[in-house]
Every structure is written in structure tokens, then in C-alpha cells.
């Protein structure tokens, strides 16, 4: 699978953006899907997670503000990012962990392949 994220940008705190990432490949609908998000010095960071059949599941800072969702007829998935803080200003990086597997898995290594990322900055 290939992916390619899009769709940072600059937003002001409390403002709203939403991150599609388009994926290549046969194979896309039969896996779990991710988003990480990396801010400098600091390690990658799992956002949310969503499973072939649409379960999700989020991290902790983001649970109640963003939502995760998939659209696997057009191989796409998306992550809303509302209510943005300025802590939220990281590159963020979409990930699917592979075909064998059927479950999310919040560590980084637990997926085979990534997108590029795509750099979000909140201001205050």
C-alpha cells in the first residue's frame, strides 16, 4: 500500500482542518489504518486508529476532537481536527499496518507503511 497525506496547514487555535490520506493499491480496504503526529524533539505520537469495519479508536489528547473515518471505495482515509490547540502543531502521518492484521495497534511499529506526513501549525 501506498499513501500519501495532505492537507496541513496554518490554523488559528480553535480553528478546524481536515486530513485526507489517499491510498494505493488493492489492498487498501483490508487494512487497519492509522494517524501518527510527530511535533519536534518529541517521539511519534498515536492520534487515532480505524479498523477494516470502521471501529476506531483515539488518543487521549485528541479523544472528543477529532474524528477518524475511511472511505475505501475511494481509498481514502480522513482525519477532522476540530477545536485545534496550539500543542496539536505537529507533522501528522498517516499508516496501515498491513493486510494480515485485524486489530489497531497504538505503537508505531506495529505498521508497514507510511505517508510522507504533512506538517500542521496552530498559532495562538
Known amino acids: 500500500v501506498q499513501l500519501q497525506a495532505s492537507g496541513g496547514g496554518l490554523v488559528q487555535t480553535g480553528g478546524s482542518l481536515r486530513l485526507p490520506c489517499a491510498g494505493s493499491?488493492?489492498?487498501?480496504?483490508?487494512?487497519?489504518m492509522a494517524w501518527f503526529r510527530q511535533a519536534p524533539g518529541k517521539e511519534r505520537e498515536f492520534v487515532a486508529g480505524?479498523?477494516?469495519?470502521?471501529?476506531?479508536s483515539y488518543g487521549d489528547s485528541v479523544k472528543g476532537r477529532y474524528t477518524i473515518s475511511r472511505d475505501n471505495a475511494k481509498n481514502t482515509m480522513f482525519l477532522q481536527m476540530n477545536n485545534l490547540k496550539v500543542d496539536d502543531t505537529a507533522v501528522y502521518y498517516c499508516?496501515?499496518?498491513?493486510?494480515?492484521?485485524?486489530?489497531?495497534?497504538?505503537?508505531?511499529?506495529?505498521?508497514?507503511?507510511w505517508g510522507q506526513g504533512t506538517l500542521v501549525t496552530v498559532s495562538s
Open positions: 499508516a496501515a499496518r498491513g493486510s494480515s492484521f485485524t486489530t489497531i495497534s497504538r505503537s508505531r511499529h506495529g505498521y508497514a507503511y
Open positions: 493499491g488493492r489492498s487498501f480496504s483490508g487494512n487497519v
Open positions: 480505524i479498523g477494516r469495519e470502521g471501529f476506531t
